[in-house]
Nanobody
């Protein structure tokens, strides 16, 4: 059974930092593109950051320079370090594991989400 379990969310003041973790089980995360998405109330889910199997990084423009995604393949875990948090970063953050198999099938898994609230 595949599980992606996020942790590290919470309430933080503007300008503060949080580190999200996503622990994967049931898959070898190193062969997946790992990503963090977020969904704010009334808005569509959006990509925040992703890291490819080769370590290529991709960030949403809104978080560039503030957020850093990383992965520890030995621990089957991906992280999102969030600095200089703003109120507009408030959302539920979801971990995603995604890959395309050799026969072209798309395989994607999601975590249950962790709430991040930035407020004074």
């Amino acid at each position: 059974q595949v599980q992606l379990v996020e942790s590290g969310g919470g309430l933080v003041e503007p300008g503060g930092s949080l580190r999200l973790s996503c622990a994967a089980s049931g898959i070898i995360s190193s062969i997946y593109v790992m990503g963090w998405y977020r969904q704010a109330p009334g808005k569509q889910r959006e990509l925040v950051a992703s890291i490819s199997t080769g370590g290529r990084l991709n960030y949403a423009d809104s978080v560039k320079g503030r957020f850093t995604i990383s992965r520890d393949n030995a621990e089957n875990t991906v992280y999102l370090q969030m600095n200089s948090l703003k109120a507009e970063d408030t959302a539920v953050y979801y971990c995603n594991a995604d890959r395309t198999t050799s026969n072209g099938a798309r395989v994607s898994f999601w975590g249950q989400g962790t709430q991040v609230t930035v407020s004074s």
